[in-house]
């Protein structure tokens, strides 16, 4: 359970951190919630003392962050490309399903946000299982693991070691775009670079590079206004 203090009217949480020696204030870019990380054992009327003589600069962070978003019944959204809407159904059964162009989920309202999200991500967990590999036998390669992920920095990754990993998030983009950030992934198996050969194999396999980018970088804060 995290502790917080609340002060001004505005409740932070208190994050204890090993190898902490001075304490720092920030929002925490996932939750959008204030958050201050402290040394152990600090005492606490030295972290409000800190928080207090911060208050004003901290409030100004929170106006401008954007505030996060959760799913919701009523609420458009696009997933892998198809236009659905979100409707609570709590007298049913059977999960997250789709029904022609209504999202339907079951359950108390309290778990919508959760369920949606886990349907997004076994969604693209999906697709990408079956697209990467495919894309990895026409650049004679393979793929060890494929994870999903909710990372913030970016839309995905590769290690030398075959393991790629894709952001949740990219479900609610176009297909393109997660098909670029595939193919931007699966070609660094062969290229751990962004030389001028990594993006030629990327041109090869036919991937909207410029489009993806630009709708990536103006859709970046709308992906990552979700909870
Ligand atoms: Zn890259």
Known sequence: ????????????????????HSLKLRIDRKTGKPQVIIPFLYPIFMVQKFIESHIVWLQKQISLTPQKITFKDGMKLSILGQELIIRHQDKRIGGVFIEGNILIVTGSSEHLHRRVKDFIQK??????????????????????????????????????TGHLSFCWRLGLAPLFVLDYVIIHEVAHLVEMNHSWAFWKKVAELNANTRQAKKWLNENAPYLHSFL
Do not use: F, H
């Open 1 to 20: 359970m995290v502790r917080s203090l609340i002060v001004s009217g505005t409740s932070i949480d208190i994050i204890p951190k090993k190898g902490c």
């Open 123 to 160: 969604q693209v967990s999906e697709y990408v299982s079956v697209k990467a590999p495919k894309i990895a036998e026409q650049l004679n390669c393979s793929i060890k693991r494929i994870t999903i992920k909710d990372t913030i920095s970016r839309w995905g990754s590769c290690t030398s």
